[in-house]
């Protein structure tokens, strides 16, 4: 260890040379790497969290820089998966940390897989689906996760330990009824986002140094443009579907899906069994029929108003609808059923 590193860490009294330690062991899933995820995978990173594993399903866009702390111009224009950028710039800030960056969509046919093993998860993500996957795979293998959210000058955050606090589902059984406001339907501020963030990686911290009793055991949020703050202390439901009965309705899940993808006008295409997709074979079909651009990682296809993103999976984003049997269609004529 260097121990000239992280000096200042190591003077904090609750770390001290055998919390560094500790950290040093740990092993950490970010689910996300937009704008939670990144700023929870710097200050992990810089903090000497042993290993971090990355997953995202996106790649940067300009629209992100404004608030996605580990990505820039060049990342933008390279349409890098944001997985493989974070993970680039990651182990140029701390080359002790083991850093993995996958390339892929987190869903029920796969989640215990990607998170089995590891000593906590927390969320960047910006969906209620994809967080009461989490939150079964969390209850179910037993390891703590943070919940996080932010939305124009709105954050919030919970810290979920199984067989200790509420869980997601004890506090909301279900999705919050009505339509979702968006960053991309009504924007986002990055102090929202800092303010979350920090919350979501101290917790982090206390968890992995073993120091459950200095967690805030509450749902806080905050609106930081309206400075007002709000602090809900849910308890753990004996009823609760998920930690009470352990029913764990989202997990085993099949792929192949599309999903709406929140406020983008866009859908996602999953196939039903990854395809291994030539991008180089396939560039050049439909290099006749529209503007296209690829890298090792993805292929970026604009003609008229369509615009798909495909990866070496099968996996696509279609932007300019948010039909899904339209995102088919388009899929099925340019890519393959």
Known sequence: MNREKYSRQILFQPIGPEGQQKLLRARVVIVGCGALGTAQANALVRAGVGAIRIIDRDFVEESNLQRQLLFDESDAAANLPKAVAAERKLRAINSEVRIEGLVTDVGGHNIESLVGGFDLV????????????INDASI????????GAVVASYAATMTIVPARTACLACLFPKSPAGDHETCDTVGVIAPAVAWAASIQTTEALKILLGRFEDLHGSFLSCDLWKNQFQKITPKLSPECRVCGHREFQHLGAGTGATTTLCGRDAVQISPSEPRNLNLQSLRERLMPLGEVRSNE?????????????????????VKGTHDPSMARSLYAKYIGS
């Open 140 to 147: 179910k293998l037993g390891i703590p996760w943070i919940y």
């Open 297 to 317: 990682y993805l292929l970026r296809f604009q003609t008229g108003k369509t615009d798909l993103t495909v990866f070496t999976d099968g996996r696509a984003i």
């Open 122 to 133: 927390l969320d960047g993500t910006d969906n209620f689906s994809t967080r009461y996957l």
